[in-house]
């Protein structure tokens, strides 16, 4: 065999695995495809957006989880109160407030009998906000009204959540 004839044969297996490559990959050898920027964009773009969604929807499910806590602590200091009411032969003044469940009031018509029923800080909403108490109550005048304030603060709005 002559230098030539290697030379031809060297080039030839070059080009074979040269089109094996090809066709395997769509490249030459040696050339790294990367992702172009407008796909590096689109994905982006895709992600931002699934992210945007499940953040709107999460602020729904914790202003629900909120209102949903207040729905169970008003049941909790009803049956609280209801219990007070029992031992004590009597419901807290509005001026004794709900506190008259954590500490033995000092003033006003006392309970013939006392026990701690519940924590200070089951007196506190979500948002820190004290609940608030009414005996005669507005909403429920043979009983009384719990209700908590809302995120806003203010009696009489609308985000305002009660036993009415």
Known sequence: MSIDSLAYM?????RQSGAACKS???????LVRGFTLMEMLLVLGIISLLIG?????MVNVLGDAEEGKVKGDVQALHASLIRYRTKGGLYPTTDQGLSALVTRPTDGPQPRSYKTLIREQALYDPWGNLYQYRYPGKYNPETYDIFSLGQDGKEGTEDDIGNW
Request: aromatic share 6%; no cysteine; charged share 5%.
């Open 10 to 14: 060297n080039l030839d297996t070059s």
């Open 53 to 57: 969604m499940g953040t709107y929807m």
């Open 24 to 30: 395997a990959g769509g490249l030459a050898p040696g």
